[in-house]
Every structure is written in C-alpha cells, then in structure tokens.
C-alpha cells in the first residue's frame, strides 16, 4: 500500500519517514545496525563531525518499476565511493555488503513511499558516515555512526526537463586542488552556500565553478557534474581531481558510447569555449539530468540549444537513463539491484 501524497509536486525537500538505520563503529569494528524510529541524534557536543567536518554522505535512489517492485541504481558505486571519502577523511569503511544490505533495509521498511510508478518520483536515500566521541584536538574520531535515511523527491531543480540558466563562479571555488572535491564532504558545500544562494537570488539555478587553479576550466556544477554535447556527435565531461566522480556521468558516458553510438571524452572543458557546445546538462542522482539552457559567464550571457525546450540529444540520453532506472529499458550488466 503506497501512502497518499502530490507525488507530482514533491520536489526535493526533508521528510520525516518512519525508518531509519543506525550502525555504531566502536572499538574497531561495526556493530549489528538496525532500524529505528528516532530521527534524532544523541553524540558529544565535541564530536569531530561537528568541529572538524569529519563526516561523508552520499545520495541514491530507489525507483518503483512498472510491475510494483522496486530497485536500486548501482548502489556498490555508491558503497565504494563512500569507502573512497573515508579513506581521504581517516574514517573507517562501510563495507559494500553491508552498505548495500542497509540500504535495502531502510527502503523495504518505508515501502510505502517509495512514489508510484509513472509519476517520474522516486525515494531519494541518504546514507552518512560521521565521526563522533569526546575529542577536541584535531584528530580523527575514534568512534563512528553510519545512518541511512530516505524520502520521496521529485526534480532537483525547478525545470525537470525544462532547460534552466546557471552562472559561472568568479570570485568562489568549491574546491582546492589538493583539497576534498573528489570525496564526498559537508565542508564542499557548506562553501558552496554563499555562491549558491548569490545565483539563485540572481535568478539561476545554481553555479558552475571553474578549476581552482587556473580559473580557465568547468569543473561542474553545485550539486552535480556537467556534460556538453557537440554538433559532431560528441559527449565532453570534465575530467579534473578537484570535481565528485558522478554515478551519473560514468553511467551516461558509457550510455552516450555503446547506445547513442557517440564519441565521449573526459577532458578540458574551457569556459570560453562554450560555443562548441549545441547542447549542455548538469547530471547527477539528484539533479537527474537538467538541460542547461543558458551559462552567464562574466558579460557573456551563452544559450546552448534553447532556454525553453531541452535538446535532442539531452532528451535522448535522459530517456535512456531513466528507462533503466525504472526497470524499462534493459540495463548494462550489474547496474540493478532489487530490494526484494
Ligand atoms: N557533483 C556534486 C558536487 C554532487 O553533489 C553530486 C551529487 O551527488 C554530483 C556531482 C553527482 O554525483 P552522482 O551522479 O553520483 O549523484
Ligand atoms: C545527490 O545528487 O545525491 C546529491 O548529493 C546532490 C545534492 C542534493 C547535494
């Protein structure tokens, strides 16, 4: 029985579900994890997570399919890039197994939001990793929670398919080129607020930052990564030390190849060179994939294909890669899990 809600006005926002899971790491190891209804936190007011940001979170979904069951996109992705992010954080690992056993838990325990098929809304699932205990020198933790929680989400960003505009970041970076773009940190974004809410209030989207160190280079957007098409049939994406390694992009660079039939590259992305672009998108769990419609880039202000109707190729990718996502279209191998 799914509960009654405006599964098509969702948008993404906190919702509080009846289930979550909880794990502790404790004297070197994980303990069993369960669920639980408390959506509360009890840890030390000095816990590293708090001072330090030593803490990870990833995000995925789970999709209802057309005949009621439902089913995880590449969740092992998700596992190995959080136990990437431990590792660069000094925090010990969620194993694939367990990750992925947690995540079925908490899903299968809120069935009941996980949104209809058809409605193009899915169950947005939010594991995070965070250091905890009484500790106030710069040190890791010696204690660790791994939670999960999930919520019904619709589009990311207003549009869904309608193109939107974004702006390039002048006198912000989200990260430094030795620093934590690549893992996936609280501390990124949290300095991405600032930038973000200037953009949104300026009428965009959000904000792409350019490489940190020479400012030349798209690195990618707030809270996704960025993909332009070209008019000889080619999918370009960054490819930079400092940016997240998008499930989605690695999934729509090998969809772009071996279904589209087209030329992809991970390289340079010079900002002023917009123009070679017919075509632009932000891509990732969250933000699916949004056309770009327009980038501001100082005086510049560049249209991709049209800041009203998302381009064909743009469309043609995104059906590709929701089709799988919802069980439509067949899936490369080992890119679906069933939460049975
Ligand atoms: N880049 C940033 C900064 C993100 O927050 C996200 C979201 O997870 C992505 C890219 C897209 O990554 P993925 O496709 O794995 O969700
Ligand atoms: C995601 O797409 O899962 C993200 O983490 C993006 C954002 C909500 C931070």
């Known amino acids: 029985m799914t509960v009654d809600l405006d599964w098509d006005n969702l948008g993404f926002q906190y919702r509080h579900l009846p289930f979550r899971y909880i794990s502790y790491f404790k004297n070197g190891k994980w303990n069993q994890g369960q669920l639980t209804e408390d959506a509360n936190l009890h840890i030390s007011e000095s816990s590293p997570a708090l001072h330090y940001g030593q803490q990870a979170f990833e995000g995925l979904k789970a999709y209802r399919t057309k005949d009621g069951s439902i089913q995880l996109f590449r969740p092992d992705q998700n596992a190995e890039r959080l136990q990437a992010t431990a590792e660069r954080l000094l925090m010990p690992q969620v194993p694939t197994d367990m990750f992925i056993e947690a995540v079925k838990k908490v899903v299968r325990a809120n069935e009941d939001y996980v949104p209809?098929?058809?409605?193009?809304?899915?169950?947005?699932?939010?594991?995070l990793?965070?250091?905890?205990?009484?500790?106030?020198?710069?040190?890791?933790?010696?204690?660790?929670?791994?939670?999960?929680?999930?919520?019904?989400?619709?589009?990311?960003?207003?549009?869904?398919?309608?193109?939107?505009?974004?702006?390039?970041?002048?006198?912000?970076?989200?990260?430094?080129?030795?620093?934590?773009?690549?893992?996936?940190?609280?501390?990124?974004?949290?300095?991405?607020?600032?930038?973000?809410?200037?953009?949104?209030?300026?009428?965009?989207?959000?904000?792409?930052?350019?490489?940190?160190?020479?400012?030349?280079?798209?690195?990618?957007?707030?809270?996704?990564?960025?993909?332009?098409?070209?008019?000889?049939?080619?999918?370009?994406?960054?490819?930079?030390?400092?940016?997240?390694?998008?499930i989605t992009k690695y999934s729509l660079l090998e969809l772009a190849k071996d279904r589209l039939g087209m030329e992809v590259i991970e390289g340079d992305v010079p900002v002023d060179q917009l123009n070679k672009f017919t075509e632009a998108g932000a891509c990732g769990t969250a933000a699916v994939i949004s056309p770009i419609g327009a980038i501001q880039y100082k005086h510049e202000y560049h249209v991709f294909y049209s800041e009203t109707e998302v381009g064909p190729v743009t469309k043609r990718l995104y059906e590709e890669l929701v089709g799988i996502q919802f069980g439509d279209i067949e899936a490369p191998e080992g890119w679906i899990v069933k939460v049975d």
């Open 129 to 246: 990793l965070i250091g905890i205990g009484d500790i106030i020198g710069v040190q890791p933790a010696q204690e660790y929670i791994f939670t999960i929680f999930v919520m019904p989400v619709g589009n990311y960003f207003k549009g869904g398919l309608l193109p939107t505009k974004f702006i390039v970041a002048e006198d912000f970076d989200r990260a430094a080129p030795y620093g934590t773009g690549a893992a996936k940190v609280g501390g990124n974004y949290a300095g991405s607020l600032l930038p973000g809410k200037q953009a949104k209030g300026n009428g965009f989207s959000d904000v792409i930052y350019l490489d940190p160190a020479t400012h030349t280079k798209i690195e990618e957007v707030g809270a996704a990564n960025f993909f332009g098409i070209t008019a000889d049939n080619q999918f370009i994406t960054p490819l930079s030390p400092s940016i997240l390694p998008s």
């Open 116 to 127: 209809p098929y058809g409605t193009g809304a899915s169950l947005y699932i939010r594991p």
